[in-house]
């Protein structure tokens, strides 16, 4: 039992240090330069949302876009999450402003990524602008 455990938080612990140094690389503050460093800035609905129980790496979320600001996205956009047990949480009917990369025929929102859902957008869009791109 003590065993498990020891493995167990060496298993948090390793994540965590591996989370810290994937996120060192974001800002302190948000810049315009930063968000846009992003290759795909799009804001949708969630209409549908897959979890792939057999790998946290599989899940995604499918949005209907109503806007973008660069990397001509498809829409609907599946973006997968980076980490679906650590990392963005999309829920369903939410509305959200996604800052993805495409890799390996996927588009991928980082756990460490400026991605956010609702008001918490607010400075986010303040900087962006409005959408040159709707749907």
């Given at each position: 039992m003590k065993a498990?455990?020891?493995?167990?938080?060496?298993?948090?612990?390793?994540?965590?240090?591996?989370?810290?140094?994937?996120?060192?690389?974001?800002?302190?503050?948000?810049?315009?330069?930063?968000?846009?460093?992003?290759?795909?800035?799009?804001?949708?609905?969630?209409?549908?949302?897959?979890?792939d129980l057999s790998s946290p790496h599989n899940g995604y979320a499918?949005?209907?876009l109503e806007g973008a600001w660069q990397g001509d996205p498809p829409n609907p956009l599946r973006v997968y999450h980076s980490d679906s047990v650590h990392g963005i949480h999309f829920e369903?009917?939410?509305s959200y402003l996604v800052f993805a990369s495409r890799a390996d025929h996927?588009?991928?929102?980082?756990?460490?990524?400026p991605t956010c859902r609702g008001d918490a957008c607010l400075q986010h869009l303040e900087l962006l602008?409005?959408?040159?791109?709707?749907?």
């Open positions: 498990g455990c020891i493995i167990a938080l060496c298993g948090m612990l390793f994540f965590a240090a591996d989370v810290e140094a994937r996120c060192a690389k974001s800002p302190r503050y948000l810049t315009k330069e930063y968000l846009q460093s992003w290759e795909i800035i799009a804001f949708g609905i969630v209409t549908d949302i897959h979890e499918v949005l209907a369903k009917g939410g996927r588009i991928s929102a980082s756990i460490c990524g602008g409005d959408p040159p791109i709707r749907f």
